[in-house]
T-cell receptor, first 113, second 109 residues
Framework: IAGITQAPTSQILAAGRRMTLRCTQD?????MYWYRQDLGLGLRLIHY???????GKGEVPDGYSVSRANTDDFPLTLASAVPSQTSVYFC????????????FGEGSRLTVL | GQNIDQPTEMTATEGAIVQINCTYQ??????LFWYQQHAGEAPTFLSY??LDGLEEKGRFSSFLSRSKGYSYLLLKELQMKDSASYLC??????????WGAGTKLIIKP
């Protein structure tokens, strides 16, 4: 099934631990994004990649890192998780950065204790 | 600063019409988007406006006034499955999407 896949769906993590959220798309989209969604707030962009091999910082990048080694994969890493990183994380992709229609993964619910 | 405002929650009756407003202040404008998000699910694209006026797509329509920094999403013939959050987003001068917090729409029989 074509689309965008995230893993894990849900995770409880101890503070200080390292965590990588995986994101894979099979639509050959150039642009990919990581957002976090918190109650009462709009989606906030963490990092983005306009094309394989390039990444950029979004609105809330601190504590997170990404890589884009190929077109399909865009993992998000929390080097040392903190409770304020408890959130729902959405990976999204679009054909290119000028296309506003984003295709979202199903989300990863992360709880940091 | 950049800001997107939309009502937190609205209630409407099945079969009726509802209008969800969105006002924005952003650094630059390269289009306005509406997404639907059911509880516990991912957002899905509904509409895109870049020029002033009304875009109609079935039961859903979206309107834009760039001079007023204003948009609305109009939902007609409401169905129970329309109960969801509706997210307004503006693409700024850096081609990044700035998102509103969403409007939770509750449909009552």
């Amino acid at each position: 099934i074509a689309g965008i896949t995230q893993a894990p769906t849900s995770q409880i993590l101890a503070a200080g631990r390292r965590m990588t959220l995986r994101c894979t798309q099979d639509m050959r989209h150039n642009a990919m994004y990581w957002y976090r969604q918190d109650l009462g707030l709009g989606l906030r962009l963490i990092h983005y990649s306009n094309t394989a091999g390039t990444t950029g910082k979004g609105e809330v990048p601190d504590g997170y890192s990404v890589s884009r080694a190929n077109t399909d994969d865009f993992p998000l890493t929390l080097a040392s998780a903190v409770p304020s990183q408890t959130s729902v994380y959405f990976c999204a992709s679009s054909p290119d950065r000028d296309t506003g229609e984003l295709f979202f993964g199903e989300g990863s619910r992360l709880t940091v204790l | 600063g950049q800001n997107i405002d939309q009502p937190t929650e609205m209630t409407a009756t099945e079969g009726a019409i509802v209008q969800i407003n969105c006002t924005y202040q952003t650094s630059g404008f390269n289009g306005l988007f509406w997404y639907q998000q059911h509880a516990g699910e991912a957002p899905t694209f509904l509409s895109y406006n870049v020029l002033d006026g009304l875009e109609e797509k079935g039961r859903f329509s979206s309107f834009l006034s760039r001079s007023k920094g204003y948009s609305y999403l109009l939902l007609k013939e409401l169905q129970m499955k329309d109960s969801a959050s509706y997210l307004c987003a503006v693409r700024d001068s850096n081609y990044q999407l700035i998102w509103g917090a969403g409007t939770k729409l509750i449909i009552k029989p």
